[in-house]
């Protein structure tokens, strides 16, 4: 883990175990190492890797899947010039952690976007927009 910059209390909090059960985790100590792979997932490796059984962090890692929501928020955030990229980056930021400040109880459901080709006025090249 120090290879990825994360400390254990850092990824306990995370995916929202114990620093301990990381530790134990992490070193084996544990014949139920169930939450390996999130573990694995959350710091960028693979278990094999995080256990010492090899030396490169990629190897035996899974290949991110993107649902077709993540693909058409990264396809619309792709098309925007960078100050737009870095306006809409600063504004998810600013919602995150103003989800993160407020009780779990407050928080609004997840929804899903639906994403349609909307043609300008004064352009045949349609554009998505989010719905």
């Known amino acids: 883990m120090k290879e990825k910059k994360?400390?254990?209390k850092a990824l306990a909090d995370a995916i929202g175990i114990s620093p301990q059960a990381v530790s134990r985790i992490?070193?084996?100590e544990t014949s139920d190492p169930r939450k390996l792979p999130l573990?694995?997932?959350t710091v960028g490796a693979s278990p094999e890797f995080l256990l010492g059984e090899v030396d490169d962090p990629n190897?035996?890692?899974p290949v991110p899947v993107l649902s077709n929501q993540e693909i058409a928020v990264l396809s619309l955030f792709n098309s925007l010039e960078s100050s737009g990229q870095k306006?809409?980056?600063e504004i998810m930021r600013t919602m995150a952690q103003a989800a993160l400040a407020s009780p779990a109880s407050n928080r609004p459901s997840s929804r899903a976007i639906s994403v349609k080709p909307v043609m300008k006025a004064k352009s045949a090249q349609?554009?998505?927009t989010v719905r």
């Open 6 to 8: 994360v400390t254990q």
């Open 26 to 28: 992490v070193n084996g």
């Open 39 to 41: 573990i694995a997932k």
């Open 59 to 61: 190897e035996g890692a």
């Open 87 to 89: 306006a809409v980056i």
């Open 126 to 128: 349609p554009q998505e």
